[in-house]
């Protein structure tokens, strides 16, 4: 099975998602094992809402699963590289999750509980399924 083929039976199987990908575009880079796959999607959009997507399932994933050693990222500029490696070098060094609780305090105090309901219309628009809504 190709590389293209198990990335689209992992998104069709574990996402309820289908990618849509230039399989010629579909490489193995770097010289670590195991070594990582770079996907050109068709779009950016389409980039981003398999990050999101998989963002979510993943999240899921029992530890003991091959789904928790999975991870998608997007492309990055050198400088948004270096500045992602230093987020994450701070966060191992202060033994945080990436979770700032004067943030959460500050969205806590910004969202109202009374506000009324997002309107059809507006989430006819949403790409992603809204089995759940």
Same mark, same amino acid.
């Given at each position: 099975? &190709?590389? %293209?083929?198990? #990335?689209?039976?992992?998104?069709?199987?574990? $996402?309820?998602?289908?990618?849509?990908?230039? @399989?010629?575009?579909c490489?193995?880079?770097?010289?670590?094992?195991?070594?990582l +796959?770079?996907?050109? #999607?068709? &779009? @950016? &959009? %389409?980039? &981003? @809402?398999?990050?999101?997507?998989?963002?979510i399932n993943?999240r899921? %994933?029992?530890?003991?699963s091959? !789904?928790?050693?999975?991870? $998608?990222?997007p492309?990055? /500029?050198?400088?948004e590289?270096?500045?992602?490696? #230093?987020?994450?070098?701070?966060?191992? @060094?202060?033994? /945080?999750?990436?979770?700032?609780t /004067?943030?959460l305090?500050n969205? %806590?105090?910004? +969202?109202?509980?009374?506000?009324p309901? $997002?309107?059809?219309?507006y !989430?006819?628009?949403l790409? !992603?399924?809204?089995?759940?809504?």
């Amino acid at each position: 099975m &190709s590389d %293209a083929d198990s #990335l689209r039976e992992l998104c069709e199987v574990n $996402f309820s998602y289908k990618p849509w990908f230039d @399989e010629s575009k579909c490489v193995r880079i770097g010289k670590a094992s195991p070594q990582l +796959l770079r996907i050109t #999607l068709a &779009s @950016e &959009s %389409a980039a &981003s @809402e398999l990050i999101h997507v998989a963002k979510i399932n993943l999240r899921k %994933a029992e530890c003991a699963s091959n !789904l928790s050693r999975i991870y $998608f990222n997007p492309d990055l /500029t050198p400088a948004e590289q270096e500045q992602a490696y #230093l987020r994450r070098k701070n966060r191992r @060094e202060n033994g /945080t999750n990436g979770i700032s609780t /004067t943030g959460l305090n500050n969205v %806590a105090h910004a +969202l109202d509980p009374m506000a009324p309901p $997002f309107p059809c219309s507006y !989430l006819s628009h949403l790409s !992603l399924p809204l089995k759940n809504i």
